[in-house]
């Protein structure tokens, strides 16, 4: 099932359930495109028809942010949780770790991607992260990560790069990446390698990530200002969605 919140379609997926679609998409030949969109990502959706589009064509869309959440119960239907790129990530990983599929990460500053390779095989032996590459490119890089990432063949492709350069890039080179289960994570390689810390649990639990973000990250404060325009966005939009 699907929830329509402003435009994006949300599945209906707790994180287990969300976890086993991911390993049944591995299990599968095909490409496939996965995005978890916040608050700030469904604002710029409405402003961005392409991106809007790109959303609604994702094979799999997970609500990273209580405040989507949130918005699900407000318009009368249920999303049962939060399913953030980084958590669904990890509970991935788990059940990757006793099998042969194989990861790979791209996307964040020179180094990051590798130390957070080295920091999850750490934490989950047996996980196979078959290559690495920072988010920074011009073409000809680009053209030689895409290369690198066809010939190690990953069955899950992490995508750092931020929204929506992740989600465009993916969904770019779809027909490039048959086989493959990609998925847009933004930071997650920052924390992955301990380059930046999560919110504490007792934050996570009352739905505070974002204000702990906002107090140890500042300089993100004029993009959370979406925020609040998505509350009021969502209270405008209340007679208004399927
Ligand atoms: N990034 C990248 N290439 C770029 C721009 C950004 O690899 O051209 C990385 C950046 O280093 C950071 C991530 O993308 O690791 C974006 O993080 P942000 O906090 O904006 O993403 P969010 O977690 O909010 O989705």
């Not at 973000?213 to 979406?226: A, G, H, S, Y």
Request: one cysteine or more; glycine letters at 10%.
């Amino acid at each position: 099932m699907k929830i329509n919140i402003l435009g994006v379609p949300f599945d209906e997926l707790d994180m287990a359930q969300a976890v086993d679609k991911v390993i049944g998409f591995m299990a599968e030949d095909d490409f496939r495109m996965i995005c978890t969109p916040n608050p700030e990502i469904v604002m710029n959706a409405r402003k961005d028809s392409g991106f809007m589009e790109l959303l609604n064509s994702a094979d799999m869309v997970t609500a990273d942010g209580v405040g989507v959440v949130w918005a699900s119960k407000y318009f009368g239907k249920q999303l049962k949780e939060r399913v953030s790129g980084y958590d669904l990530a990890q509970g991935v990983f788990e059940k990757m770790k006793d099998t042969e599929y194989t990861a790979y990460f791209f996307g964040g500053a020179e180094g990051v991607a590798a130390k957070a390779k080295e920091e999850m095989e750490k934490k989950y032996p047996g996980l196979k992260i078959v290559g690495t590459n920072n988010g920074y490119f011009d073409e000809e890089k680009e053209r030689l990560i895409l290369e690198d990432i066809r010939d190690k063949r990953p069955d899950f492709l992490l995508l750092g790069l931020g929204s929506p350069k992740q989600e465009k890039w993916m969904h770019n080179n779809r027909y490039l990446l048959k086989g493959t289960v990609c998925i847009g994570v933004g930071g997650s390689f920052d924390v992955m390698a301990g380059n930046v810390k999560r919110a504490p649990e007792a934050f996570r639990k009352m739905g505070l990530e974002w204000f702990y973000r906002l107090v140890t990250q500042p300089t993100r404060f004029k993009r959370m200002l979406k925020l609040p325009l998505f509350v009021i966005c969502v209270l405008l939009n209340k007679g208004k969605v399927r």
